[in-house]
């Protein structure tokens, strides 16, 4: 099986049929080349109001799939500047809320949240890229475009088994709005799973990794807030690994600065030294030459200093 694939069935293992819920279909997709670290198309997320010339620009969803197996696989959000053309993105804000309208796929019923519509775009992007996988590994072989697989978190599972019981939940009351207006008649013998309360006791719920698969969804208000609170706990944690990375690489360039600073010192003590040696090695050759002229006559001294300047001719002709 190909990684996405391998990815997929992990979720299905952990929702099952809940991930139905979630419209698939509905996803736009379109190739993209601009970002080559990210998966070669992008998903519409929806429209957004730009400021200043107040015009309706798409929101587009990448993913970029972890470079290795320590690495978390990242959800960016861009549209792109109406007059440039240049990306704008939108990952320091929550674009969940400031978006003016969301696509189909990510239009979930209750409060919208960025952990939601993250976790529902890898869940669009590995089922698209195991079906685009599937597709073409017969026809072509093709190698994967994931090549290492993303991390299934906690976080990750129970976010989108809250959206899809919102999908859900949806669902089932545009049927039972449906089943109302018709005869009152078909409504004389309601099955028994419309008769049972919907209201059950909560358990509790931990912040760092909620277990929610035994909350009713008439309290989807209270996991809305939970997941807003973990998204924002998230979200500081990530601004707080980038700056100890940052810190760390920093840390090290100073190291490296200061080793190379002592070595240039070393280095400038060792030619520091070297000019002192010649500059004494130079006091003695004067020595020498002084020692050898003196005592000399003026015509001993001319006739000496003749037969040097022959002897530096013939070795320069040599």
Known sequence: MTVANDNLAEIQANLGALLDNAPYDEVIKSPQTYEP??????????????????TQQEVWVLLYPPINEKRHAEVRFHSFHPDTGALVWYDESNISTTVSTLADAFRNPKKATKHK??????????????????ETETETGRASELKIPIPITQTLLESLRVVCWEFEEEAK??????????????LSDPPDDLLKPTQQP???????TPNLSHIPTSN????????????????????????????????????????NLQKVEEELQRR??????????????????????EGLSAADAF???????????RRKLD
């Open 37 to 54: 670290g990210a998966i070669s198309f992008k998903i519409r997320f929806g429209h957004i109001i730009d400021k200043q010339s107040k």
């Open 117 to 134: 519509h993250v976790a529902l775009a890898k869940y669009y992007y590995l089922k698209a890229l195991a079906t685009k996988e599937t």
């Open 173 to 186: 009351k545009l049927q039972s709005d449906t089943l109302g207006e018709g005869d009152g008649s078909d």
């Open 202 to 208: 909560v358990d509790s719920v931990s912040i760092v």
């Open 220 to 259: 989807s208000q209270q996991v809305d807030t939970l997941l807003a609170a973990l998204d924002e706990e998230i979200q500081l944690q990530s601004s707080n690994n980038k700056l100890v990375n940052e810190k760390t690489e920093l840390e090290t360039a100073r190291q490296e600065i200061a080793e």
């Open 272 to 293: 520091e030294q070297q000019l002192r040696a010649n500059d004494e090695e130079r006091a003695s050759i004067e020595i020498r030459r002084k020692q050898v002229v």
């Open 303 to 313: 006739e000496l200093g003749r037969s040097m300047e022959r002897e530096v001719k």
